[in-house]
């Protein structure tokens, strides 16, 4: 398996990235291959003393930043490791293709150079959603289509299935849909279109959920549309930040206090793990004809290190594969309808 | 000044509405009265001990549970608290209606028997977004409107900023627009066309805002559809009680743990209380003819005693009647697209 991974993207390029893709290389046995600026990356992989034998370094000339217009960026940059590293996908000289650059230009880049899968409407960005102190569910989406129809809703629920149960390994994963309220007749003219939809599929739909309840795990797939997906991913990740800064102001208050918070230290530290699980694993883009993950732009080695062993069932599990086959299914609903 | 509080509504009814309106009349002077099944509320009065000189009983022999279809029973139960309170304000026997109960009965009965006011498409139901340590938001709108046109968000942008100025005192409020990026060019096609509406106004417009910068209280005045703000108020208290709980989960975890707990008492306490922020001071239902506040569904007596003193300048400020001056400057903007 040759895992290809995108040493330009991020906060944090190329140091993180490279010491993230040395600590993978240490456990596993898959070609790891890094695409950017050879120079840099090797200058980098020299410093950490990570010219180990499964990493390899692929030339990528130019990158793409996040300031730049996605879809001009990715038609004109040929030579930026995105658009390299997806070709290589796209061609088989990779499996599977990681980046923590930027999103749109990794979107662009996945619809107009690996393609959607026939039958698919809107491929999802599908992206871990922490449960502190229980196992994470799957959002889709989480910003990919900020405007959907029930058809995508219903993709969504079945594309985060299949990667639900076969690279997190969750057995019959148990599918929510975001709605304003879980009584009957509550929602919008989308939700409840695509309540209809979802509930007549093999799915293990438990009906609509509310955002409430996501923190505790309520389901292991949360379906929603692109805008609702991101405003939920973000405020999370933005109650997170600030319960931790709180809790580092106040704990700081007195002499009390301080040592109150020592006493407690290991255990702080285990809720500020936990708050960071989001950056860990990636968020596939299914629903295109092949396998990329994109990772948080703030991702540290660990982040990366994590994303390349999720990436590994991924590839093994067939994920893409299994996706074009549902589309029959899927098919089959919607012209019922 | 007559504040009518529904005696009936909520989790804790009426023991701790009571309880709430006691609290208040030792601290104010205006008229307090309750409304709900006297005998029930006159012997929760006595039981407690608050048959003070300001606090009236008003009977109304009906009550509106949360399991009921709303339009129905606002229609039907004609001697309902609710329906028999807010009729109560229409007919200028109280000046401002508080329930906890069922929010579907409570929008459907603003809308049927205070009605809108001319030139408002679409009141809004306004909540108090808590900031941790420091000025909340207000949230419009959070559920009355689950689909919107972007008049709508422009309305509640103007509306919401009358409340945070009027009732909240915030000078000169500045509103934000949920969006999903702050980059020009993001969103939807309603978020596209609401942030040129705002834009033209006289509103201290910042822009867009992402749901992540919500919990550090980046703007004054959050607009967004009522399914977005719906899932926004609900996430962050999910996210809240769910910090709560982990924080204890794992400060009971073994002796040492427990002991820094101690030492942190006061300042744990603190956080919790500023998490119940969402709590108090009511959502305004802004918009209809008559001023009407809903409290959360578990207010316990300090959350109505809040609402009830938040409710005292919603009157003396004219809320209502400023925002029906301000419909002709929205329809200005509106014609001039």
Known sequence: M???????????APEEIVAGVIDAAKEIDEELLIIGKKEEITACLDKQGGNGKNIEVIDASMTITND???????????????????????????????????TGALLAGGLFILGRIQGIDR????????VIGGQPSLLVDTGANAECKPDNLFEFATMGSIYMEKVI???????????????????TTLTKAAYELIEKSNL???????????????CDVIVTDGFTGNAIIKLTEGMGL????????????????????????KQLMGIKREFNYAEYGGAPFLGVKGAMLKMH????????????????????EKVVDTIQNSVLEIEEILISE
Not at 2 to 12: Q, S
Not at 299 to 316: C, E, F, G, H
């Open 2 to 12: 040759r895992i290809l991974i995108d040493g330009m993207g991020g906060d944090n």
């Open 68 to 102: 730049e217009a996605p879809v001009k960026a990715v038609r004109t940059k040929k030579d930026s490791s995105i658009v390299k590293g997806l070709n290589m996908v796209k061609n088989g000289e990779a499996d599977v293709f990681l980046s923590a650059g930027s």
């Open 123 to 130: 491929p999802t960005l599908a992206t871990i959603y922490p």
């Open 169 to 187: 390994g969750r057995k019959n994963p148990t599918v929510g849909l975001v709605n304003n309220g879980t009584e009957e007749g509550k929602g």
């Open 204 to 218: 293990n739909f438990i009906g609509s959920v509310e955002a409430r309840d996501l923190p505790d795990g309520i």
């Open 242 to 265: 600030m319960v931790l800064r709180e809790m580092k102001r106040r704990f700081l208050a007195d002499t009390r206090s301080k040592l109150g918070a020592v006493l407690l230290k």
């Open 297 to 316: 732009g703030s991702s540290d080695a660990l982040a990366v290190k994590q994303t390349i062993i999720k990436a590994i069932p991924y590839v093994r």
